[in-house]
Antibody, heavy 120, light 107 residues
Framework: EVQLLDSGGGVVQPGGSLRLSCAAS????????MSWVRQAPGKGLEWVSI????????YYADSVRGRFTISRDNSKNTLFLQMTSLRPEDTAIYYCAKNRGSNWSPLDYWGQGILVTVSS | DIQMTQTPSSLSASLGDRVTITCRASQSIKKYLNWYLQKPGKAPELLIYGASILQDGVPSRFSGSSSATDFTLTISSLQSADFGTYYCQQTSNAPLTFGGGTRVEMK
């Protein structure tokens, strides 16, 4: 059974940093692309980033490029999102998700989501 | 960036109704279009990918179709488990954008 467990959220001041983690199990982690998607309170889904499983390439939404870094540790089956220079508009539930393939592809499994609040 | 425009933004329907939701891409995405359902307080779940392919375990009352840059999700007979917010997403080009969502409520 595929499981994704998000962790690392919390309250951080504007300009601060936070690292989210996503522990994966139930599939060959290194073979698949992995993504982060966020949802601001009461708003729709916003795609944040993807890390390909086949070539290791990364892609980001314009709103986070240069501030967020996606990475993975295949030996620990864990996906990360390092967030720096955080802004109030980054406040959201962050979901990690497994892509169906090794690169751009549908998101077939999702974590439970973790809340990040950027506030002074 | 590719913009995904979903219509309507909300709708009210009764059990057994046929429901149609549309998503329009700002440029060609071939058939790289996915549909998700998010229930309140839960993570989204994948319903359809490749514009018309049902994800494993998704009931056959759900179907997807496409015509050029227009994509349609149809629920043939609305059930209680189908209420929530539906999102389309394109996976043709990064950023892999979502539509704004369609909230389906009980009439």
């Amino acid at each position: 059974e595929v499981q994704l467990l998000d962790s690392g959220g919390g309250v951080v001041q504007p300009g601060g940093s936070l690292r989210l983690s996503c522990a994966a199990s139930g599939f060959t982690f290194s073979s698949y692309a992995m993504s982060w998607v966020r949802q601001a309170p009461g708003k729709g889904l916003e795609w944040v980033s993807i890390l390909n499983g086949n070539d290791g390439k990364t892609y980001y939404a314009d709103s986070v490029r240069g501030r967020f870094t996606i990475s993975r540790d295949n030996s620990k089956n864990t996906l990360f999102l390092q967030m720096t220079s955080l802004r109030p508009e980054d406040t959201a539930i962050y979901y990690c998700a497994k892509n169906r393939g090794s690169n751009w592809s549908p998101l077939d499994y999702w974590g439970q989501g973790i809340l990040v609040t950027v506030s002074s | 960036d590719i913009q995904m425009t979903q219509t309507p933004s909300s709708l009210s329907a009764s059990l057994g109704d046929r429901v149609t939701i549309t998503c329009r891409a700002s440029q060609s995405i071939k058939k790289y279009l996915n549909w998700y359902l998010q229930k309140p307080g839960k993570a989204p779940e994948l319903l359809i990918y490749g514009a018309s392919i049902l994800q494993d375990g998704v009931p056959s009352r759900f179907s997807g179709s496409s015509s050029a840059t227009d994509f349609t999700l149809t629920i043939s007979s609305l059930q209680s488990a189908d209420f929530g917010t539906y999102y389309c997403q394109q996976t043709s080009n990064a950023p892999l954008t979502f539509g704004g969502g369609t909230r389906v409520e009980m009439k």
